[in-house]
C-alpha cells in the first residue's frame, strides 16, 4: 500500500460542493465532487449533537490540530474518507450554516454571522491528510486496524466495512435508516440504536444463528437481502402475535434464540397475556426478563424468574429450632435424612451445610414467608429441586 502525506489541503477546499443528506443523516461529497465523505462501509454520522460538532469547530478556531485524516484512492481522480468522516461533516455543515456554535458573548453564531477574519481563519485551515493507495483487502485490513480518532468502530460497523457491497447497501437502507417507520415498533424489542447498526445487528444474528460474519461474507455479493428481511419479519410477527402487550422488559431479550425455540408451539395471546399480568403482580418473582421465556417454556422453569429466597436470618433462626427439636429426638436436622437409613440418619447438619426450601413449591403457589421454609441438607435441598 502506498501512502502519500498531503498538508495543503483546506477546509474551503473540502467544502466546495459540500453535500449533507439530512433525511439519511450524513455527509455525501466535497473537494468539488471528487471527495465521497460516505462509502458505504463507513457509519453514520454521529457527531450532531451540539457538543461534538461544536468542538471541531471550536479546535479550528483555536488552531488545535484536527487530527489526521485518511482518504483512499480508488482511481485517478477519485476519493473517499476512510478515517475523519465525522470531522469533515462536522465543519462542513458548520460551513454551510447547518448549526450554529456560541461566540464569547455567549451568543449562538452560524457561520454567515461570524467575523469575516474567523470565516477566514476557519476556510484556510490546512489539514493532514494521508491518501492511501492499495487494493481492496489492503484497504480494508487497515481500516480495521486504525480506528483512530473520536469513536471506536462497533462490531458490525467494522462488519459492514469489511464486508461492504451491494448486500451491506441494501441491508443498512432498511435497517440502520431512523426515518423508517417501522422502527418504532423495533423499538420495543431490540435495544441499541439505529445509526450504530444495533438493528441490522440483530436482524443478521437472527437469520444467522449467531455467526454474522460468515452470513455477511456469504451474501456480500448479492444483489437482494430478501431472507435477511423475510426470516426478520417473521421473529417481530411472532413476537407481537404471541404477546399482546408491549412491557419494557422485552427490550433486547434473545429474540432470535425464544423464537427458534417456541415458535412450533401454540399459544393463546389472551392467556399468555394474562399470565404476564400475574406474574408482573407476584411480588418473589425478581427477574421481569425471564418471565416470557418461563410461559412460552409452559411455566415450569422458575429459574428463570429468579425467585425470591429467604434471607440469612430466616434460615438461622429455622435453623437453629429444627437442630434444637432433633438433638432431643435424637435424629438429623435434616428431615429427609432423618427417615432414610444411612448414616446421616442422626446426622445435625451445620446452617452452611443446609439451604432453605420452600415446603409448598413457590410454583405451587407457596409463598416465601418463613411459615413456607425448611432447612434441608444441601444434596437434599438440589434434589427436591422445583423451588
Ligand atoms: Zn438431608
Known sequence: ???????????????????????????????????????????????????????????????YPLGLIYFNKPSADALEVLDGQQRITSFGRYVTGKFAIKDENGM?????????????????TKLLIYECEGTESEIKEWFKTINIAGVPLNNQELLNAVYSGQ????????????QNANVQKWKAYISGSVDRQAYLEQALEWVSKCTIGDYMSKHRKDDNINELETY???????????????????????????????????????????????????????????????????????KL???????????????AKQTAEAEKKGISNCSYCAIGHDANKTKIWKLAEMDADHVSAWSKGGATDIKNCEMLCKSHNRAKGNK
Not at 449562538?108 to 484556510?124: C, V
Not at 448486500?167 to 431512523?178: E, G, M
Not at 440469612?312 to 433462626?317: F, L, M, P, R
Open 108 to 124: 449562538e453564531q452560524y457561520f454567515a454571522g461570524i467575523a469575516q477574519d474567523k470565516q477566514e481563519l476557519i476556510l484556510n
Open 305 to 319: 424468574l429468579d425467585v425470591r429466597v429467604y434471607d440469612e436470618a430466616t434460615k438461622k433462626s429455622i435453623c
Open 167 to 178: 448486500f451491506v447497501t441494501l441491508a443498512k437502507a432498511k435497517f440502520s435508516y431512523s
Open 232 to 302: 426478520f419479519n417473521t421473529v417481530i410477527d411472532w413476537i407481537s402475535t404471541v404477546f399482546l402487550d408491549v412491557e419494557s422488559e422485552m427490550c433486547g431479550l434473545e429474540w432470535g434464540r425464544l423464537y427458534e425455540a417456541y415458535h412450533k408451539n401454540p399459544y393463546s395471546p389472551t392467556v399468555v397475556s394474562e399470565k404476564i399480568k400475574s406474574l408482573y403482580a407476584d411480588p418473589y418473582v425478581k427477574s421481569r426478563r425471564g418471565i416470557f421465556e418461563y410461559i412460552l417454556g409452559g411455566s415450569t422453569d422458575s
Open 1 to 63: 500500500m502506498i501512502t502519500t502525506l498531503r498538508t495543503e489541503i483546506t477546509v474551503k477546499e473540502i467544502c466546495d460542493g459540500f453535500v449533507y443528506n439530512e433525511l439519511e443523516g450524513k455527509g455525501l461529497f466535497g473537494l468539488s465532487g471528487k471527495l465521497t465523505i460516505q462509502p458505504e462501509y463507513q457509519r453514520n454520522y454521529i457527531y450532531a449533537d451540539g457538543v461534538r460538532d461544536v468542538r471541531v469547530i471550536e479546535s479550528i478556531l483555536k488552531g
